[in-house]
């Protein structure tokens, strides 16, 4: 299996990979600067998918089982510097004549340690830029890395394989982690016009001092997953107990902002906060702002269903019950499409004159 193809399997397997890892990066980057970086972004899956196409080129192509059990190939070489000696006995290279030079380049007792070598290369250039690692983190994180490589190898892919289809090299570890350190050393000129990454993380932290409309989302997506995580413990516990139920839901919602100086566990994870016109911290109105949210989005839209439940007359009913649904559903779709894509104020912000204020300094 040639690395072109290999690298196409790693472009196969990217979007599920970076999907996975989009949650995670989202809050982080909420959590830390208030905003996200284009630029840091693609940076970052940059990174995440060098990763994935390394990892792919080591463990790639898959033999078949059967093929591993017959195998009887020494599993480790543990001579440094195996490949200089193999180079220099096996190759067509001689020192004394010239025309040799090119020719042994081409052979695989040259291209094959080169190849180890620029693997890592890309790391320690991440490393440096990215992470702002020093020279000796450079070296430790980059055998760590090959190390995993190698003993991903040695035990067969984490024993799935009855023993390592590929040798366990002590070269490679040695070539790796040299291909990390060239990396750190190249890092500068190659990242020369591309901005520092505290410029980049200043920006979005200065363009995070707003609450933007996707970071409110996130917000309230936190908020969810942890009151129906904390809901669904109460509901096993106290066998399905809907009063408290209720009552937790009051709390988390209601009573709990008040004692977090505005915000609800997801915001102030996030660093927002609620304010008054006057940018002060109001209990009074931050109450009103969340019974004034309850009766617009639950109260008023459950109690015109159940008004219309009521209504004697079959045809009016059904007629009457399908045109309010719909109201309702138009309403919760402009006001999630205006919370999602704006950071305009609500109308219960408005009526409760308070706002989400942006807390990263």
Request: contains cysteine; glycine residues 4%; proline residues 4%.
């Amino acid at each position: 299996m040639g690395y072109l193809t290999v690298i196409k399997y790693a472009t196969f397997i990217f979007p599920l990979v970076a999907f996975l890892f989009t949650i995670p990066f989202i809050i982080r980057e909420y959590h830390k600067y208030g905003s996200i970086s284009p630029l840091k972004s693609i940076i970052t899956y940059l990174f995440i998918y060098y990763l994935l196409c390394a990892y792919f080129l080591v463990i790639l192509p898959l033999p078949k089982m059967s093929e591993v059990a017959k195998m009887t190939s020494p599993r480790m070489q543990l001579i440094p510097f195996d490949f200089a000696f193999d180079f220099l006995k096996h190759s067509s290279f001689d020192i004394t004549t010239t025309s040799t030079y090119l020719k042994a380049l081409k052979e695989s007792y040259f291209y094959v340690p080169a190849f180890n070598v620029l693997l890592m290369l890309p790391f320690g250039i991440f490393l440096r830029y990215y992470f702002k690692c020093n020279k000796k983190q450079v070296l430790l994180f980059s055998f760590l890395l090959s190390l995993f490589f190698e003993l991903t190898q040695l035990t067969g892919l984490y024993f799935i394989y009855p023993r390592g289809y590929r040798l366990f090299d002590v070269d490679d570890l040695i070539l790796n982690t040299l291909g990390g350190l060239l990396g750190y050393y190249l890092s500068k000129p190659i990242t020369y016009f591309v901005p520092k990454i505290d410029e980049i993380n200043q920006k979005a932290k200065e363009k995070g001092k707003v609450v933007s409309g996707l970071r409110r989302s996130v917000a309230f997506l936190l908020d969810i997953t942890l009151f129906i995580t904390i809901e669904s413990i109460i509901i096993i516990l106290t066998q399905n107990n809907v009063y408290l139920q209720t009552i937790f839901a009051l709390f988390y919602y209601l009573l709990l902002p008040l004692f977090l100086t505005g915000s609800t566990p997801g915001q102030r994870f996030l660093n927002i906060t609620v304010k008054d016109e006057k940018n002060e911290y109001n209990k009074s109105k931050l109450f009103l702002r969340k019974l004034i949210a309850l009766a617009i989005y639950i109260i008023i839209p459950t109690s015109l269903c159940y008004m219309i439940f009521y209504i004697q007359n079959s045809p009016v009913r059904e007629l009457l019950g399908v045109f309010v649904i719909g109201l309702i559903l138009v309403f919760y779709l402009i006001s999630t499409i205006k919370y999602i894509f704006t950071n305009k104020e609500m109308l219960y912000e408005k009526i409760s004159k308070t706002k989400l204020i942006s807390t990263i300094c």
